[in-house]
């Protein structure tokens, strides 16, 4: 691949190592690419409130692609730029498709406001009982009704003890599904985000204003929901650590997260 104008980059198992850090040869590699004139943006399954400790260890604020693809936000300004959500009617017909394919499963909610933190109303929403995947503090837990009134950009299915490709699997069986089915873990948690989004289009709204083509992109992911990305992108690249079909999906293999996996691609063309 000739010199890259934009580095897409997801975060978790990626950027990250094992330790939720940026490795000082991996950082040092990204911020001489931006400082070769490349363009680098994250994109990621976080959503815009989780952004900012990937700002801290990177030294400066990137673009991002959030939720998926759900989001583009500007974390230098702490923007929404675009959003989109599954409506109300839409999160009620696969909340019921849920709770008749996976039974026991909870559900869960992300929804946005204009600014990363907007504190006005609570943005990660679950349902009674939901078990959560990860550490998240930012839990509000309501009724399914409430959980199902408002627009959300995407929706989380969770069944504890669960492998998410066997989820993933059962629902996508369901034709007619409004939304597109993905996950970043294998441990009981599906996404489904609006149907048409991924991490793809995300990256490629903003790469179209800026004239960059998807054959000057470099990818870099390790899980499912970064499948699209690395097939769009001109290279894309998986981590040693990466899922076998995000392997199977990628033009090259590189070191795992814990080992620079990041940081040894980007020196071939700014190191």
Same mark, same amino acid.
């Given at each position: 691949?000739?010199?890259? !104008? ?13 330790? +939720? ?8 590699? &990204?911020? !001489? ?14 959503? @815009? ?17 959030? /939720? ?26 696969? =909340? +019921? ?19 990363? *933190? ?6 990660? &929403? ?7 995947? %990860? ?16 627009? =959300? ?20 069986? *369901? ?27 995300? &990256? +490629?709204?903003?790469?179209? @204003? ?8 470099? =990818? ?11 097939? %769009? ?9 990466? *899922?076998?079909?995000?392997?199977? /999906?990628?033009?090259?293999?590189? !070191? ?16």
């Amino acid at each position: 691949m000739t010199l890259p !104008a934009l580095i897409a980059c997801d975060v978790d198992g990626t950027l990250f190592d094992d330790d +939720e850090t940026i490795r000082p040869r991996t950082r040092d590699a &990204v911020r !001489a690419a931006v400082a070769g004139g490349a363009q680098f943006i994250l994109a990621t399954g976080r959503p @815009p409130r989780w952004i900012r400790p990937v700002v801290d260890e990177l030294g400066f604020a990137p673009m991002a692609v959030c /939720a998926n693809g759900a989001v583009v936000y500007d974390s230098s300004t702490d923007r929404v730029i675009s959003v989109r959500t599954l409506p109300v009617d839409t999160l009620a017909e696969l =909340a +019921e498709l849920a709770a008749r394919v996976i039974p026991g499963a909870g559900l869960a909610v992300e929804r946005i406001g204009e600014r990363a *933190h907007d504190t006005a109303t609570p943005q990660f &929403v679950s349902s009674p009982g939901y078990e959560h995947a %990860w550490l998240n503090p930012d839990n509000t837990e309501v009724s399914i009704e409430d959980l199902l009134s408002a627009p =959300a950009i995407k929706l989380l299915i969770r069944k504890t003890g669960a492998r998410s490709a066997d989820m993933a699997a059962a629902l996508a069986k *369901h034709v007619g599904i409004e939304g597109d089915i993905t996950y970043s873990t294998d441990n009981g948690l599906i996404e489904i985000v609006p149907l048409g989004t991924s991490k793809a289009t995300g &990256v +490629e709204e903003v790469a179209r @204003p800026l004239e960059i083509l998807s054959d000057e992109v470099v =990818a870099f992911g390790d899980m499912p929901n970064d499948i699209p990305l690395l097939r %769009w992108a001109g290279h894309g690249v998986a981590m040693g650590n990466a *899922h076998p079909e995000v392997i199977d /999906a990628a033009d090259e293999i590189t !070191a795992p997260n814990s080992d620079d996996g990041v940081g040894r691609v980007l020196e071939r063309w700014w190191l």
